[in-house]
């Protein structure tokens, strides 16, 4: 069974600074999708950014990327230029790239929480 | 277009109760997941639904917990007889399809609490 594990249960960062959230994760698959979602204090979640583990080049989305480990299986996130709107708990999550059914569950880690001062 | 919606989004509910939470993802997605996230932990899949047929329950914790989507699009989770340990938030995401790489988006969740 694949996991997710996220070893910062809270982080904090400066407005302006960057931060990296760290997240490893299990699988015997070669197929699959990794995820970064953010939750905010409303509870909606929202996908950040995704990374396809067939692709080599690391995925970004404006202020944030990703250091993609395959090999290591790890799968970081890096916010630059942190703001106050990034206050959140933020989701590490794994999908397989297998077609149907079960296999397309989001499996999470347990969340890192990031606090950004002013 | 709208997201995805849930009601209620808070729900007290006396030990023994039967609950029902509802959930109307974006129109025209064909999958429907149900997750549960208990308090500081991350969202465990519970269900899955591609348009009317439940493919997956695997992740449903007892044979109390019942979900439906019978028109292929709304879809209701239902507690029987609410235990103290049901207390979380109920999230429900779509998928315009079921291939890995289409994005689930979520409702806001529905806080459970069972006092």
């Known amino acids: 069974a694949q996991t997710v594990t996220q070893s910062q249960p809270e982080m904090s960062v400066q407005e302006a600074e960057t931060v990296t959230l760290s997240c490893t994760y299990d699988t015997s698959e070669s197929d699959y999708y990794l995820f970064w979602y953010k939750q905010p204090p409303s509870r909606q979640m929202i996908l950040v950014i995704r990374?396809?583990?067939?692709?080599?080049q690391n995925a970004t989305e404006n202020r944030f990327s990703v250091n993609f480990q395959k090999a290591a299986k790890s799968f970081s996130l890096k916010i630059s230029d942190s703001q106050l709107g990034d206050a959140a708990m933020y989701f590490c999550?794994?999908?397989?790239?297998?077609?149907?059914?079960?296999?397309?569950?989001?499996?999470f880690g347990t969340g890192t929480l990031l606090a950004v001062q002013p | 277009g709208a997201g995805v919606s849930q009601s209620p989004r808070y729900k007290v509910a006396k030990r023994g109760q039967d609950v029902a939470l509802r959930c109307d993802p974006i129109?025209?997605?064909?999958?429907l997941f149900w997750y549960q996230q208990a308090l500081g932990q991350g969202p465990e899949f519970l269900t899955y639904f591609q348009n009317e047929a439940q493919l997956d329950k695997s992740g449903l914790p007892s044979d109390r917990f019942f979900a439906e989507r019978p028109e292929g699009s709304v879809s209701t989770l239902k507690i029987q007889r609410t235990q103290q340990e049901d207390s979380a938030v109920y999230l429900c995401?779509?998928?315009?399809?079921?291939?890995?790489?289409?994005?689930?988006?979520f409702g806001p969740g529905t806080r459970l609490t069972v006092t």
């Open positions: 990374q396809e583990a067939y692709k080599q």
């Open positions: 999550a794994y999908r397989s790239g297998f077609y149907g059914g079960a296999t397309n569950k989001l499996i």
């Open positions: 129109s025209g997605h064909v999958s």
């Open positions: 995401a779509s998928s315009f399809l079921e291939l890995a790489g289409y994005e689930q988006y």
